[in-house]
């Protein structure tokens, strides 16, 4: 069974900045894509960006330019850089990995709370 942990979150001023980090533990890293999801209160999840296994990476229109997700596979963990943020970014946000390498496999962390509030 495949963990993931996120840790970073917390409540920062709008135009501020936060580092989200998700360690996942499996010693097959490298096969799993990887992405970031959140859910804002009434609001459906929604994906926030991806990074496949061999790195190509995709962002959701809202965040493009100010969000940078990551991964470091020798230390199985996943970023999420997050700079200029709004009142609209608060949200739980919560990492995924998945993979279709011998079968599907989908695995999510417990999520992290982040409030942008002056």
């Known amino acids: 069974q495949v963990q993931l942990v996120e840790s970073g979150g917390g409540l920062v001023q709008p135009g501020g900045s936060l580092r989200l980090s998700c360690a996942v533990s499996?010693?097959?890293?490298?096969?799993?894509?990887a992405g970031w999801y959140r859910q804002a209160p009434g609001k459906e999840r929604e994906r926030v960006a991806r990074i496949s296994a061999g790195s190509q990476i995709v962002y959701a229109d809202s965040v493009k330019g100010r969000f940078s997700i990551s991964r470091d596979d020798r230390r199985n963990m996943v970023y999420l850089q997050m700079n200029s943020l709004k009142p609209e970014d608060t949200a739980i946000y919560y990492c995924?990995?998945?993979?279709?390498?011998?079968?599907?496999?989908?695995?999510w962390g417990q999520g992290t709370q982040v409030t942008v509030s002056s």
């Open positions: 995924k990995v998945w993979t279709n390498y011998g079968g599907t496999y989908e695995y």
């Open positions: 499996t010693s097959r890293f490298g096969i799993f894509n």
